[in-house]
């Protein structure tokens, strides 16, 4: 009787894991659905916003828009078509790039649920169930934890910002005296670093870095939702 009654216990805290973890992932899942067309019906106004700038030969601002609308939609076909059309020059590294392939609420969806998942499972490990399934799952939990957390912030690794002043002098030092590197014009892409006084520290698409005016440059993660 008593081996029953563990059996059944047994059976029952399984059941009650699997209905668990299966709600996670059906909240993670419709969550992510929720973000995705949310994100996807704000970027379609980012890129009209960019083909008017563009038609009103208004490079800074179309640029901003459109590489708003990447930063929210990087994985729908339109909002790629568009940045390809206006030829804009990338400026961040490959892997903040790649990890922007989802976005950064996204990444923090994964995160969350996985962690729950992962938590859940070691409490079930230290209350004493040794089910091999307990423990893989808390592992591969803790994996994918493991890698939402790594997205989030390979995705926040690097500011890109578009230069918005025309004429923009990139300064090899943050002094208005210093001498000029180079001139980044109206609509050039860069990665934002860090302050200093009135200035920024920025990294353009070719390599070069400078210091130019912080109010010269907009950052693109700005207007994010």
């Not at 995705?36 to 030969?57: M, W």
């Not at 091999?132 to 995705?155: D, L």
Request: aromatic fraction near 6%; include cysteine.
């Amino acid at each position: 009787m008593t081996a029953r009654m563990g059996f059944r216990r047994e059976t029952l805290t399984r059941v009650a894991v699997v209905i668990a973890m299966s709600l996670a992932l059906l909240g993670a899942a419709i969550a992510g659905r929720d973000i995705v067309a949310d994100e996807s019906a704000q970027a379609r106004t980012f890129v009209a916003d960019g083909q008017r700038a563009l038609a009103r030969d208004d490079r800074a601002s179309a640029v901003l828009s459109l590489e708003r609308a990447r930063w929210l939609a990087p994985r729908e076909p339109f909002v790629r078509a568009a940045i390809a059309a206006a030829d804009v020059n990338e400026a961040e590294p490959f892997l903040p790039r790649a990890a922007r392939l989802l976005t950064s609420r996204e990444w923090s969806a994964i995160a969350t649920t996985f962690g729950w998942l992962s938590g859940l499972g070691i409490a079930l490990v230290v209350a004493g169930w040794r089910s091999r399934y307990a423990v893989r799952g808390a592992v591969a939990a803790g994996c994918a934890f493991v890698i939402g957390m790594t997205g989030i912030m390979e995705s926040n690794a690097s500011a890109p910002g578009v230069v918005t002043g025309s004429d923009t002098q990139m300064l090899v030092a943050p002094y208005p005296s210093a001498v000029v590197e180079k001139a980044l014009p109206a609509g050039t892409m860069v990665v934002v670093g860090s302050r200093y006084d009135a200035f920024v520290h920025v990294k353009a698409g070719d390599g070069a870095t400078g210091w130019v005016p912080r109010d010269r440059v907009e950052p693109i993660a700005g207007s994010e939702g």
